[in-house]
């Protein structure tokens, strides 16, 4: 169910305004990926980036090619291709959120303001670049970046706005917020 949710998020691609000079890189990870072919070997590099303007808008992107660098520069295009808005609440998230991508699990806490990004590597990057400064964190079963990433976005793409939810609840959203 989620990797549908992830994929029809990112397949819509909401065009999402922000200047393309003030968004802010950081690779998740880089692979060396060698296929045997009747020659001998082909050696090539995938990368995996994430990218965003760290006040609530982030991507992320894969590439691959034969030399590192180039590998690099075709994830950063790919992941600002994808780049999405995040509901977020100053600078950490409104509510508790799991996300899900094939075996891999996240879990968002929202955290007072001065307790920093409790999380490791891969969530570590995404929440940096999306601008969340304060959150609690926990990667459950995968420990594969692309998973890992995945889930994550996953679980932020679940986050609720509290205007909507007031509205659906008839409600003021002074009222959900005590």
């Not at 029809?8 to 909401?14: G, K, P, S």
């Not at 001065?114 to 420990?143: C, D, Q, W, Y």
């Amino acid at each position: 169910m989620s990797k549908q949710i992830l994929r029809d998020t990112l397949a819509v691609r909401r065009p999402v305004e922000v200047s393309l000079n003030s968004l802010k890189d950081q690779v998740v990870s880089i692979n060396r990926v060698t296929k045997v072919v009747k020659g001998g070997k082909n050696l090539s590099f995938s990368a995996l980036v994430v990218v965003g303007d760290q006040h609530g808008h982030a991507g992320f992107g894969m590439g691959k090619a034969r030399e590192v660098p180039m590998a690099i520069r075709k994830a950063i295009e790919q992941a600002k291709k994808n780049l999405l808005k995040l509901n977020l609440k100053g600078t950490t998230i409104a509510h508790q959120v799991i996300g899900h991508y094939g075996s891999g699990q996240v879990l968002l806490k929202p955290a007072p303001e001065g307790t920093g990004i409790i999380a490791g590597g891969p969530v570590r990057a995404v929440m940096e670049v999306a601008g969340i400064s304060n959150v609690l964190t926990k990667s459950i079963g995968s420990s594969n970046p692309h998973n890992v990433v995945k889930a994550t976005f996953d679980a932020l793409l679940r986050l609720k706005d509290a205007t909507k939810v007031a509205e659906t609840r008839s409600k003021q959203v002074e009222e959900l917020t005590r």
